[in-house]
C-alpha cells in the first residue's frame, strides 16, 4: 500500500509565498515521477508542475512557469512545490501525484487547500 501524503496549504494574501510538501510511502515504492495537480471550484483537476525521479528533469504548466519551483529530497520520496507570486486564481486544492515506476501506477493525495486572498 502506498500513502501520498500533502502538506504546506493555508491562506495567503496576494502576491504573497506558500511551499507545499508531499511524500510518498510504501515498503517497496519506488517513484518514477512525483508531480502536483489542481482543482479549482467549480472546475476540472489540472496539471501544475511534475518530476522525473531519474535525472530530475521538470515540467510546468505555462499558467506557473516562473512563478512556482519543484524540487525533491530524494530519501523519503519527497517533492516540494515552492509558490511564488501568488494569485486569487491560484486558489485551489492542490493533489500530489506519485507515479510508481515499473508499473507506472498513479497514487494520489488527499490534496491541500490553497487560499489566495486579493
Known amino acids: 500500500q502506498v500513502q501520498v501524503v500533502e502538506s504546506g496549504g493555508g491562506l495567503v494574501q496576494a502576491g504573497g509565498s506558500l511551499r507545499l510538501s508531499c511524500s510518498a510511502s510504501g515498503r517497496t515504492f519506488s517513484p518514477l515521477a512525483m508531480g502536483w495537480f489542481r482543482q479549482a471550484p467549480g472546475k476540472e483537476r489540472e496539471f501544475v508542475a511534475t518530476?522525473?525521479?531519474?535525472?530530475?528533469?521538470?515540467t510546468y504548466s505555462d499558467f506557473v512557469k516562473g512563478r512556482f519551483t519543484i524540487s525533491r529530497e530524494r530519501a523519503g520520496n519527497t517533492v516540494h512545490l515552492q509558490m511564488n507570486s501568488l494569485t486569487p486564481e491560484d486558489t485551489a486544492v492542490y493533489y500530489c501525484k506519485a507515479t510508481s515506476a515499473g508499473w507506472n501506477r498513479d497514487y494520489w493525495g488527499e490534496g491541500t487547500q490553497v487560499t489566495v486572498s486579493s
Open positions: 518530476m522525473r525521479w531519474s535525472g530530475g528533469s521538470t
